[in-house]
T-cell receptor, first 112, second 115 residues
């Protein structure tokens, strides 16, 4: 059974800092990996999707990398802003099936 | 593109009652997913539809849960004889997919509280 772990569980940083969120998964037979953002009481917003054959994806101040063989992904947020405060979730989809397996998320607080 | 719509936003019910949630996906999205999320946890997969066909169901989906997607448009998720453990946020997502590489679009969810 695929297990997805996210470290740290919570993070508080001052505005302007660069930060890294970590995600690991136990079964490297994945089809893709996605990073989502979730605001309190809301649904999820897809941030980045990395195919299993790719190493990284970038969108604005966000950069996600994937090392499938070691079962790791990182989400790098440059020049953090208070508006980045949210929970960030990592999810993988296996080569079989259509279900996304999610981690528990990292709760990020960016203070002014 | 009006986004994925879920109704109701909140539902409070008594244990043993039946509840039904509705999800309207983004028009033309052929894939629809239901997930369940409890506080402090990531979403857990419940079921997946491609058009009107239910192609995958989680073992989490007990006999008390049923989902439909008639005509491949909106979907309903019904929970019969609700239990306190059913209290959670129920999330719907849709995608336009021909493989499994597509981005999922989530609704805002239905928060269920079973008293």
């Amino acid at each position: 059974k695929q297990e997805v772990t996210q470290i740290p569980a919570a993070l508080s940083v001052p505005e302007g800092e660069n930060l890294v969120l970590n995600c690991s998964f136990t079964d490297s037979a994945i089809y893709n990996l996605q990073w989502f953002r979730q605001d309190p009481g809301k649904g999820l917003t897809s941030l980045l999707l990395i195919q299993s054959s790719q190493r990284e994806q970038t969108s604005g101040r966000l950069n996600a990398s994937l090392d499938k063989s070691s079962g790791r992904s990182t989400l790098y947020i440059a020049a953090s802003q208070p508006g980045d405060s949210a929970t960030y979730l990592c999810a993988v989809i296996s080569n079989s099936g259509y279900a996304l397996n999610f981690g528990k998320g990292t709760s990020l607080l960016v203070t002014p | 593109d009006t986004g994925v719509s879920q109704d109701p936003r909140h539902k409070i019910t008594k244990r043993g009652q039946n509840v039904t949630f509705r999800c309207d996906p983004i028009s033309e999205h052929n894939r629809l997913y239901w997930y369940r999320q409890t506080l402090g946890q990531g979403p857990e997969f419940l079921t997946y539809f491609q058009n009107e066909a239910q192609l995958e169901k989680s073992r989490l989906l007990s006999d008390r849960f049923s989902a439909e997607r008639p005509k491949g448009s909106f979907s309903t998720l019904e929970i019969q004889r609700t239990e306190q453990g059913d209290s959670a946020m129920y999330l719907c997502a849709s995608s336009l997919g021909r493989g499994r590489a597509e981005k999922l679009f989530f609704g805002s969810g239905t928060q269920l509280s079973v008293l």
